[in-house]
């Protein structure tokens, strides 16, 4: 499984803008697709994630509100749009996938997903 993210940028506070990452196969309706990211100095954090089929969804409590994680399955992609955007959410995004075993309790850790893309820078001024 290969993932490949984009969409990243720089955006003014306030800003939007949306995360997309490409699935390379199908996977299982159970697979959680997720968003971590990562500013320089600081460890992966969880951002939000959902299962392959829909459903239940995420989020950090520091994006709640303000992110939305969405997929489509035909196209086996998953997006992140982030409106509200501030400098504290400035990072390197990475989107990953797991192997469809990842119960949800587990769900918002790194140790949860197997597989990761190659990230997409976001920046944002004040």
């Known amino acids: 499984v290969q993932l490949q993210a984009c969409g990243g940028g720089w955006v003014q506070a306030e800003g939007s803008l949306r995360l997309s990452c490409a699935v390379s196969k199908h996977t299982s309706s159970r697979t959680l697709m997720g968003w971590f990211r990562q500013a320089p100095g600081k460890e992966r954090e969880f951002v939000a994630t959902?299962?392959?089929?829909?459903?239940?969804?995420s989020y950090a409590d520091s994006v709640k509100g303000r992110f939305t994680i969405s997929r489509d399955g035909s196209k086996n992609t998953v997006y992140l749009l982030m409106n509200s955007l501030k400098p504290e959410d400035t990072a390197v995004y990475y989107c990953?996938?797991?192997?469809?075993?990842?119960?949800?309790?587990?769900?918002?850790?790194?140790?949860?997903?197997?597989?990761w893309g190659q990230g997409t820078q976001v920046t944002v001024s004040s």
């Open positions: 990953a996938a797991d192997s469809g075993t990842t119960i949800w309790s587990e769900a918002n850790k790194t140790t949860g997903y197997g597989y």
């Open positions: 959902m299962r392959r089929s829909g459903g239940d969804t």
